[in-house]
């Protein structure tokens, strides 16, 4: 795998792993929302079916009523009426009325007759619930509901079933009736089932429509990146070939320098030197005379050979520091130009690191340059301080200046380099009645306080 697609992978897996989650928490949320609206419903629902329960229990108990208040404790044609009454009041298919007494005998079942006569005191649901002891021992209690397991009449299959029961103490019997849950339980479930569909549903769209929206967003700027990566090679690329293009152009001018200039001195300086030996060795009176100019000739050599030197590398920063640096380009600069030159480093505190101070040595070399050969000035200052700690030059001229177009050149970009290097700022501002620069260095670019104590 590439750096590039690395870097792709990288961006994209934990955005749409984060986008997936934030989407599965929304979700899950939703889910306990409406789990909790269900269960709620479910509760209502339940509290409806005993409130209904309740008052059909009261409607019967109101029926029979005036014959159990009537009758005696072993009045057996009461208790047949009124188990008859309650046979009668049934409700729907599976809505009816039992009784048992207290000993666990059914009296009442109008949808199982086989339980007529027998008992059921030992009987258990699914569940091992003890039915009809619970239900008596619930209508003792003062009577209430209980929520049990038995056979749904219309279906025959086992259901859930809710009953409220209460007691006849002076016959000692259970009356009850109740209703099946199922429905109930199957409307929740219906409902859990839309609800988690809704849910996958809206979990679908929404990592549908985020996940490409953000990868649209995301591919559009690793694009823009990307462009601009091109670009920044470009420029690099074409930055390299003119730093290549320019030491080219230096050496060729070193070389011909050396071979026009040095190269010919020595070699005139060595005719020179023959034609006073082969003088001297005829005493001729001229030899003397040929000598000097021999001397002349190698002192200008060697003058040329410390102009190259210095411009390659001024000794001068090295021993004495930038300030002096400075004054001495200064001084050659006007005596090469002819072009009036000042310089004013009275408030600069010389607390710069060796290369911080070679970068503006060469920011100020550059700029004398660029004076020099487009500018057509006849004035130049140069003025170097410090301001709180930072160290500041500017050089001015009285120049033509520049356009935007014509400041974009390899010279302007290497200072702006050199001053980028140590987080360094260069403003330049031209106009038609000269042109400034302005180099502005970092507290960074200073030396330890150790070291500018020892400087000092």
């Keep these: 795998m590439t750096l590039r697609h690395q870097i792709i992978a990288l961006a994209i897996v934990p955005l749409v792993i984060s986008i997936l989650a934030i989407t599965a928490f929304i979700t899950w949320q939703s889910a306990n929302l409406a789990k909790n609206s269900i269960d709620t419903f479910e509760q209502n629902m339940l509290k409806t079916k005993e409130a209904e329960i309740l008052n059909l229990t009261n409607l019967a108990l109101s029926a029979i009523q005036t014959i159990y208040d009537k009758a005696g404790a072993d009045d057996e044609a009461a208790k047949q009426q009124v188990a008859a009454i309650l046979t009668s009041l049934d409700y729907g298919k599976d809505g009816y009325f039992f009784v048992y007494d207290y000993d666990g005998n059914n009296i009442v079942h109008p949808r199982q007759s086989f339980r007529h006569g027998q008992n059921w005191l030992d009987l258990t649901d699914p569940d091992g619930d003890k039915v009809i002891a619970e239900l008596i021992a619930t209508a003792k209690a003062g009577g209430g509901l209980h929520q049990y397991k038995w056979q749904k009449p219309s279906t025959g299959q086992i259901a859930d079933k809710l009953s409220f029961v209460v007691s006849l103490d002076k016959w000692h019997w259970v009356v009850g009736t109740g209703v099946y849950l199922d429905d109930v339980f199957a409307q929740s479930a219906a409902a859990n089932k839309v609800m988690r569909a809704n849910i ?8 549908l429509i985020a996940v490409p929206s953000v990868l649209v967003v995301f591919t559009t700027c690793m694009l823009l990146t990307f462009h601009e990566r091109r670009m ?9 070939q003119r730093v290549i293009d320019t030491q080219e152009e230096e050496r060729t001018r070193l ?11 020595l070699l005139g300086v060595r005719y020179a030197m023959d034609l ?17 100019r021999g001397v002349d000739a190698l002192n200008g050599a060697i003058k040329e050979i410390r102009l190259l030197s210095h411009d390659l590398r001024p000794r001068v920063l090295d021993d004495l520091g930038l300030t002096a640096a400075l004054e001495a380009l200064c001084h050659h600069f006007a005596e090469r130009t002819g072009i009036e030159t000042k310089i004013d480093a009275s408030g600069f505190a010389g607390t710069l690191k060796a290369e911080a101070s070679t970068a503006l040595y060469r920011v100020a070399q550059e700029a004398f340059n660029n004076v020099e050969r487009h500018s057509g000035a006849s004035k130049l200052s140069v003025k170097l ?17 520049f356009d935007g177009a014509g400041g974009s050149g390899l010279g302007l970009r290497n200072m702006q380099e050199r001053m980028a290097h140590f987080r360094g700022l260069l403003l330049i501002n031209s106009s038609e009645a000269g042109t400034t620069l302005t180099a502005m260095m970092p507290r960074s670019a200073n030396l330890p306080a150790g070291k500018q104590a020892e400087a000092a």
């Design 232 to 240: 920044a090679d470009s420029r690099l690329k074409e930055l390299t």
């Design 255 to 265: 070389a011909r320098e050396l071979h026009d200039g040095i190269s010919q001195t």
């Design 276 to 292: 006073a030996g082969r003088k001297v060795r005829t005493n001729v009176d001229e030899a003397a005379l040929t000598i000097d």
């Design 200 to 207: 996958k549903r809206t979990f679908v769209i929404v990592a």
């Design 385 to 401: 301080w410090s301001d709180g700690g930072r160290a500041r030059m500017t050089i001015s001229d009285n120049g033509t200046g």
